[in-house]
């Protein structure tokens, strides 16, 4: 069900949640280096992840170095049932995800699925990430070319044969049709509401670890749009 429709409960939970110690549903490890590395031509490319809450992985990728831009919407589904209210349900196919706008000369598709699965997403969740359970909060790689779904693949059977996570993996490649941006207000989201209960519990964390997982990548301004 839609956050929205639950804000009391999840203000309530996310207010706990300032004080309570890191859960499973907080994600900080460093996951491998790809062994086959993204070969991508200069030039700008688009990728898009599906993470849980897209507040969050907004949240790390705008401060990605080589990111030129990150959109929240949501993949998957159709265009009539692709808002706030209705994504919520959880019946609608869509996922809550990030358009990413990246210069490869900078940071590869590979570094960025690293990142994404070091600090944004617990690929041994099933359809469930932080606080948020439902079909939308599913985590899932959607290369928008042949090339990073090739990297993709090679990434998640990498993850797979390292042992890292204990528990299996589940997170998987779902093929890009069209991408729905989200509401206004969704769109730079923990910029514009830094002090957001569910920001400071779930979301925070997410970049503190981009920064200590990844210095090299990290920078302090939050791209916008």
């Known amino acids: 069900m839609s956050r929205k429709l639950l804000l009391p409960v ?16 907080e994600v900080d490890v460093l996951a491998p280096a790809a062994a086959r590395p993204a070969k991508e031509v200069p030039g700008l490319k688009t990728a898009v992840f599906a993470g849980g809450c897209f507040w969050g992985v907004e949240a790390v990728f705008s401060h990605v ?9 949501y993949h998957g589904g159709s265009a009539k049932t692709a808002n706030y209210e209705r994504v919520g349900y959880g019946d609608t196919g869509h996922a809550e995800a990030v358009q990413i706008t990246y210069d490869p000369g900078v940071v590869r ?67 890009y049709n069209r991408f729905y941006p989200a509401e206004g207000y969704h769109q730079d989201f923990m910029a514009k509401n830094p002090q957001h209960p569910y920001i400071l519990a779930w979301d925070a964390a997410k970049v503190a670890a981009l920064k200590k997982r990844f210095p090299g990548f990290y920078k302090p301004d939050f791209t916008k749009g």
């Open 109 to 175: 598709y590979d570094q960025l699925v690293r990142i994404f699965f070091s600090v944004v997403a617990d690929p041994t969740l099933k359809n469930r990430q932080g606080p948020d359970e439902g079909t939308q909060y599913r985590a899932a790689l959607v290369p928008t070319s042949e090339e990073q779904r090739l990297v993709a693949s090679a990434y998640l059977a990498q993850m797979k044969a390292s042992g890292i996570w204990k528990r299996p993996i589940v997170t998987g490649i779902e093929g």
């Open 65 to 73: 170095l080589g990111v030129k831009s990150v959109l929240t919407g």
């Open 10 to 25: 999840i203000l309530a939970l996310a207010a706990a949640c300032q004080q309570a110690p890191a859960t499973a549903g």
